[in-house]
């Protein structure tokens, strides 16, 4: 099984402040990884497909880079409608889900 | 407009089976490259694949679960139907499907239902 490992588990930033979040597979998964976010009380919602390629609609202050193991999830310039939890999720070899980064105001 | 919405019991006994039903609409289960996938998310917990169908009738599941899920599909009715045997109060969880998209080497759980909580007590 593939293990996902994501970094920080919570982060408290202001607005405007550009945030990063890691996540790292236990093996090579090339660059077969997603990004949700999920808002409290809701379903996920796609943000990031293939490690860098952004979902219709979504904001441009969304992006995701890297590929192997390590990858990247930034927000340029944070918003108030950003607080969610933001989970990354491996398709290499069938699907795992990281444990989630809760990002809050601060 | 694509929609999902899950249906089934919200309280289950132990032991039991759970059964639960996806019924989606604006989008057809015998198109190439779209499928339906179950997730589970235990009440302040991360998010846990179960189990997928794909058009082609192609099926994976978790392999912690394997032993105890069966997804199947309905394309004239469009359904999808989990079983999970044998549930215990670990498994109680909100419970969504997603359809799921293939794209050249991309794979994706696209759009999401709105997830239904269900409870394992006596």
């Known amino acids: 099984d593939i293990q996902m490992t994501q970094s920080p588990s919570s982060l408290s930033a202001s607005v405007g402040d550009r945030v990063t979040i890691t996540c790292q597979a236990s093996q090579d998964i090339s660059n077969y990884l997603n990004w949700y976010q999920q808002k409290p009380g809701k379903a996920p919602k796609l943000l990031i497909y293939d490690a860098s390629n952004l979902e219709t609609g979504v904001p441009s202050r969304f992006s995701g880079s890297g590929s192997g193991t390590d990858f990247t999830f930034t927000i340029s310039s944070l918003q108030p409608e950003d607080i969610a939890t933001y989970y990354c999720q491996q398709y290499d070899n069938l699907y795992t889900f990281g444990q989630g980064t809760k990002l809050e105001i601060k | 407009q694509i929609t999902l919405k899950e249906s089934g019991p919200t309280l289950v006994k132990p032991t039991q089976t759970l059964t639960l039903t996806c019924t989606f609409s604006?989008?057809?289960?015998?198109?190439?490259?779209?499928?339906v996938g179950w997730i589970r998310q235990p009440p302040g917990k991360a998010l846990e694949w179960l189990a997928l169908i794909y058009w082609n009738d192609d099926k994976r599941y978790s392999p912690s679960l394997k032993s105890r899920l069966t997804i199947t599909k309905d394309t004239s009715k469009n359904q999808v139907v989990l079983t999970m045997t044998n549930m215990d109060p670990v498994d109680t969880a909100t419970y969504y499907c997603?359809?799921?998209?293939?794209?050249?080497?991309?794979?994706?759980?696209?759009?999401w239902g709105q997830g239904t909580l269900v409870t394992v007590s006596s």
């Open positions: 604006g989008f057809s289960l015998s198109t190439s490259g779209v499928g």
């Open positions: 997603a359809r799921a998209y293939q794209l050249l080497y991309a794979e994706y759980f696209q759009h």
